[in-house]
C-alpha cells in the first residue's frame, strides 16, 4: 500500500502543477494574439518605431523565451570553453541580437494570420513543440516550430525553426568559426558590434 499511496502522491503533484500550468499551444496563442493586436493598433510601431517595438517585444515576449539555453545550443562544445562572465555577456548579446530580428519582423507585420496546434508533448510532460501556420496575404505560407520546455510551472521557449531550419542550429556554424578565429571574446565583441549595427562575420 505505500507504494500505492506514494504513486498516488505523485500524480496530484503532477496534475496539480499542470493545471496551473498554461498548456504550451495556449500559451503561444495568447502572447502572439496579444502581440499582433497591440501592432495593428499601433500606427507608430507600423510606421516603423524602434523603440516602441523593442518596448513591446522586451515587455510581451521575452518572459517566454530561455536565451540561456537557446545561447548554450547555439554555442554548441564552445558554450563548456565560455567562463560565467563570458557565458553571461553571450546570453545578453545574443538575447539582444533575437529582440532586434523579432522587432524587425513585427515592423513588417501586414494583416498575416497565424493557426497553432501542438504537435507534440514528451510523456513526462516536460517538453514540448507547437506548430504554427503563417498565412501572408499573396504569399506563401510560413511554417513555424516552437520547442519548448517546461520550467516552474511555465512554458519556455528553446528554439524556433522556421520551414525546418532552427535558428540555433542556423547560428552555430557562424558562431563556431568566429569562435575558431577569435576565441570566445571575440565572438562576444562580434556580437556587440552587430547589435549596435556595425559590420561583422556572424551571420545566421
Known amino acids: 500500500m505505500k507504494w500505492l499511496m506514494t504513486v498516488l502522491a505523485g500524480l496530484m503533484a503532477w496534475s496539480t502543477a499542470i493545471a496551473g500550468e498554461l498548456a504550451p499551444d495556449a500559451m503561444i496563442k495568447n502572447v502572439t494574439d496579444d502581440v499582433l493586436a497591440i501592432v495593428r493598433q499601433d500606427k507608430d510601431i507600423q510606421a516603423g518605431d524602434t523603440r516602441k517595438t523593442v518596448d513591446l517585444v522586451q515587455t510581451k515576449v521575452l518572459p517566454h523565451f530561455d536565451f540561456e539555453r537557446m545561447t548554450a545550443l547555439a554555442m554548441?562544445?564552445?558554450?563548456?570553453?565560455?567562463?560565467?562572465?563570458?557565458?553571461?555577456?553571450?546570453?545578453?548579446?545574443?538575447?539582444?541580437?533575437?529582440?532586434?530580428?523579432?522587432?524587425?519582423?513585427?515592423?513588417?507585420?501586414?494583416?498575416?494570420?497565424?493557426?497553432?496546434?501542438?504537435?507534440?508533448?514528451?510523456p513526462d510532460g516536460g517538453d514540448a513543440r507547437v506548430q504554427a501556420k503563417v498565412r501572408q496575404p499573396g504569399g506563401k505560407d510560413i511554417l513555424l516550430d516552437y520547442d519548448l520546455e517546461s520550467r516552474d510551472q511555465a512554458w519556455k521557449v528553446y528554439d524556433i525553426s522556421v520551414d525546418g531550419i532552427s535558428l540555433v542550429t542556423n547560428y552555430r556554424s557562424s558562431f563556431a568559426q568566429e569562435v575558431s578565429a577569435n576565441g570566445i571574446d571575440g565572438l562576444i565583441k562580434s556580437l556587440h558590434g552587430k547589435n549596435q549595427g556595425t559590420p561583422d562575420s556572424t551571420k545566421p
Do not use: C
Not at 88 to 101: I, K, M, P, Q
Open 76 to 122: 554548441g562544445k564552445d558554450w563548456r570553453r565560455a567562463n560565467a562572465a563570458q557565458q553571461s555577456a553571450l546570453v545578453n548579446e545574443f538575447r539582444t541580437l533575437l529582440v532586434r530580428t523579432y522587432s524587425k519582423a513585427l515592423t513588417e507585420y501586414r494583416n498575416q494570420t497565424m493557426t497553432i496546434k501542438l504537435a507534440r508533448m514528451q
